[in-house]
């Protein structure tokens, strides 16, 4: 089964995503799976089906991978984020302004505003979390999690969250500290002068020829001395070509002139 180019541009249509900077063998085998899951024929059949079940778009955003997060994720990460990015950044710029792109449900961004409380918890610390899917931008909002997700949380922050009636519940002095949006990285705006810019597990998506586009908008997002942090399986390729040095891994600089 071979997706053609009409069938691509309905998906894209439907699910509010340019599924051509997705490469092409990740996309056949993503959706050659998913088909098998829910017991259709072909791609006809799922475009039928999306019209009639609205669940459906969910269900297959989620076969895409744009949903999978956690609290903390690759935690040696965010050990480096704690101890050494953040203090560099909250002594360069005092305040800070955070973008967390691609943020799904929620988890990340809530797991940044976690670190900025504990650091400065006097701060007035905003982060903008967005995201293409409304959907999850609206189970977000709710910052409520299933009890079990507390186990993603390393111990020295679980009491910054609350537990009752099988629910993890984000308080408020973390979810006052987040805005979430909904933005398409492929066509919208980037938001500017941003200090912390947090796009982990979401480039590895996308086709070699959009990947220049989106750096290149990361880098005029971040003011000069911001940092741009990857996720574990991703690496920035000549970083100096868009204005970034590499930090540590998977955390890059801005640099010089946007």
Known sequence: MALTDWQIDQLSRWLGLDLRAYHPSQLQRLMTG??????????????????????????????????????FRDPTMWVSLEREVLPDLLKRFKRLQVWSAGCSVGKEPYSLAALLHRLDPKGNHAILATDIDEAALRQAK??????????????????????????????????KMVRFERLNLLSDPYPTDIHLLVCRN???????????????????????????????????????????????FGFYRRVGER
Do not use: H, W
């Not at 070699?208 to 997002?221: C, D, L, N, T």
């Open 34 to 71: 998913f088909l098998q899951r829910c017991g259709l024929a072909d791609m006809d059949a799922l475009l039928a089906a999306l019209r009639r079940d609205a669940s459906l778009r969910q269900a297959l955003l989620d076969s895409l991978g744009i949903n999978v997060t956690q609290f």
């Open 142 to 175: 709710r910052a409520e999690y299933p009890a079990s997700d507390l186990q993603e949380i390393p111990p020295t922050y679980r009491m910054l969250f609350v537990v009752s009636d099988g629910r993890l519940i984000v308080p408020e002095a973390l979810r």
């Open 202 to 248: 979401l480039l590895i998506y996308f086709r070699s020829e959009v990947k220049p586009k989106i750096f290149y908008g990361f880098a005029r997002a971040l003011v000069d001395g911001g940092v741009l942090f990857l996720g574990a399986s991703e690496v920035l390729l000549s970083p100096s070509a868009y204005g970034f040095m590499p930090l540590q």
